[in-house]
């Protein structure tokens, strides 16, 4: 059986909570975001808040973002065990370690409406709109993480649909995603 849910996946910026509470709506369906919820699935399987603060003060942002990936998986089985019937913002960020990418995966293979926005089909213009967009980046981190995810293949490998917003309006993207997904049996 197919899930008619709304997950919209991509990198930081790429409006995925603007176009999802549009969505949720228009189709008068909740919206959830993982960014919200994600903390008290990770506490269930022993994310420790003083670990996370002591790894982020001795090896900045991008040490503390590979440690939240040791969720990640957990936390998206379990916020689509908990919501259904709703629009689903995944937050940014992808799934580094392989192990993690195919428990995501395999918890998706029900789902037909995967939509990655981006900015534009062409990455290095992508990348430059999200930089211009990101008005308060981490400080302490020595990484472009927007290149990384743009050039990361688990984005690409989830999702079903993409849909590139340069030069439109939420309420346009919208429009376009409404056209592409399926919304009954």
Known sequence: MQNLDIVLIGPVRTGKSTIGNLLAEKLGLPQVSLD????????EIGYDTRLAQDIRTSGGFLALVLYWNLFDAYAVERLLMDYHHCVIDFGAGVYWNLEVFYRVQRVLVSYR?????L?????DESLRILTERDHNPPKDIH???NTFFLRHHTYYDLAKFTV???GRT??????EILKLVTLSQ
Do not use: H, M, Q
């Open 36 to 43: 919200k919820v994600r903390w008290e699935y990770y506490k």
């Open 164 to 166: 590139y917003t340069r």
């Open 119 to 123: 900015p534009s089909p062409d990455l």
């Open 143 to 145: 990484f472009d993480l």
């Open 113 to 117: 409406n995967i939509v990655l926005l």
């Open 170 to 175: 939420p309420e346009e993207t919208c429009a």
